[in-house]
């Protein structure tokens, strides 16, 4: 099966015995599992952490499934949602598919068809995330980035080095010209997987990209902050 090694599966679901049992058998899968078990414990977790895949119980304590979904969608948070439902209804169904969910799996559900569709929907999202290839070098703006010398090129031939770290962030940014790229995929990219900066971290990089590439640093057009959501490349 066409699956990343170390994906990473968050199941939010209140039945305990339901809860364990998917959680064995996605480990057995070779899948990284965190659980979690009501509504507000879901937005808690994928507010730190990547992950590529939620498992949704439709009936959560606190906060149900829809809801989450639905506030995940809105942080701009576009982590495939699998639900699952008790109720086998239509109407349900259809809900969470509008409130930006990508699967749904009535219960009680055949264990195979669950991971089939757990692998499909990781495999799929990893192919659409896969960036645009940039090359080594990258010009705008009358600037020239050379990401494996780490160090940009201005108009007038000054050099500005760039950290490791740096370079990488601007690589994954420039990548993603003109999209939002969220604090986790950062996290995960840059910083990788357990290693968690504060946002203040990010911030800084993103005032020094400024430094080197803005002519007024106050007013950028180039890297933009979306507070609570991520950072944007623009090259205009
Ligand atoms: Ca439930």
């Known amino acids: 099966m066409n699956k990343s090694p170390r994906a990473t599966v968050l199941v939010a679901e209140d039945e305990e015995s339901l809860r364990e049992a998917l959680k064995l058998n996605l480990e057995l899968e070779g899948y990284e599992v965190t659980t979690t078990d009501t509504g507000p414990g879901v937005l808690k977790t994928v507010k730190g952490e990547y ?30 949602i699998l639900f699952l439902s008790a109720r086998n209804s239509g109407a349900d169904r259809v809900e969470g598919l509008k409130k930006g969910g990508d699967d749904y799996l009535t219960k009680p ?28 070098t990258y010009e705008f703006d009358g600037y020239r980035i050379d990401f494996s010398a780490h160090e940009c090129v201005d108009k007038s031939g000054k050099v500005q080095e760039l950290s490791k770290k740096e370079a990488a962030l601007l690589k994954l940014l420039i990548e993603h010209e003109g999209e939002v790229v969220s604090r986790e995929q950062i996290l995960q990219i840059v910083w ?13 990089f993103i005032l020094n990209f400024r430094k080197y590439f803005e002519r007024d640093s106050r007013n950028p057009v180039h890297f933009h902050s979306i507070r609570g959501i991520g950072y944007k490349f623009t090259a205009k």
Do not use: A
């Open 51 to 80: 992950f590529d895949l939620i498992i949704l119980d439709i009936m959560l304590p606190e906060m149900d499934g829809i809801t989450v979904c639905e506030t995940i969608r809105m942080q701009h948070n576009d982590v495939p």
């Open 109 to 136: 559900f055949n264990l195979e068809e669950l991971l089939l569709r757990v692998s499909k929907l990781i495999t799929k999202n990893k192919r659409m995330k896969e960036p645009q290839s940039i090359g080594d």
């Open 192 to 204: 990788g997987y357990n290693v968690y900066p504060t946002t203040r971290t990010i911030d800084n």
